[in-house]
Structures are given as C-alpha cells and as structure tokens.
C-alpha cells in the first residue's frame, strides 16, 4: 500500500517563506504526475501546481512566480517552494501523486497559516 506524508507546514508572517515536502512510501513501481493541492477555510480544494515525471509544471494563477514545484524521482518526493506568502494561502495543502498499478493517491495534509 501507498502512503504520502507531508510536512514542512506551519505558521508565518506575511511575505514569508515556506518549504513543503511529501514522501512516497510503500509498494511503489513509478510515480507519473505529482501534485500539491490546498483546501482554505470554508472553501473547496484547489490545484496549487502539478509536475510531471519528466519535470513538465503547471501553475494556478494565484501562485506563479511565488511558488515553485519540484521533485526528486530517486526519493518518491515532491517539493513545493512558497515565497512572499499572502493571508489567502492560509489553508491545509494535500500532496497528491498518480502511482502506476496503485493509482492516484492523497496525503493527510499540512496546515500552513500565513499571518497579516
């Protein structure tokens, strides 16, 4: 079985920076596409940014040039890069990952708070 782990949330200041990370573990043959997701308060999950295996990356709106996705296929781990965070980041984010033969696969989340 396939498990994702995030960590690397917490609480900052405006026009702080944050580093999350989320490891995959288990019986993994391949990882395609890695993704982070956030869910803000009282709202539906949104796609932040997704890369592919071969590196490809896709960006919400909100988040380009501040956030950068990242991943290292050696170690099943992607990485997302938040820069100049804003109170409208505040919310839990979900690592997700589309894992050949075990399908598409979610983190618990980890709660980053950006304070104004």
């Known amino acids: 079985q396939v498990q994702l782990v995030e960590s690397g949330g917490g609480l900052v200041q405006a026009g702080g920076s944050l580093r999350l990370s989320c490891v995959a573990s288990?019986?993994?043959?391949?990882?395609?596409?890695m993704g982070w997701y956030r869910q803000p308060p009282g709202k539906q999950r949104e796609l932040v940014a997704f890369?592919?295996?071969?590196?490809?990356?896709n960006y919400a709106d909100s988040v380009k040039v501040r956030f950068t996705i990242s991943r290292d296929n050696a170690k099943n781990t992607v990485y997302l890069q938040m820069t100049d965070l804003k109170p409208e980041d505040t919310g839990v984010y979900y690592c997700?990952?589309?894992?050949?033969?075990?399908?598409?696969?979610w983190g618990q989340g980890t709660q980053v708070t950006v304070s104004s």
């Open positions: 890369i592919t295996r071969g590196g490809l990356t």
């Open positions: 997700n990952a589309d894992v050949v033969y075990g399908g598409r696969r």
């Open positions: 288990g019986r993994i043959f391949s990882i395609n596409d």
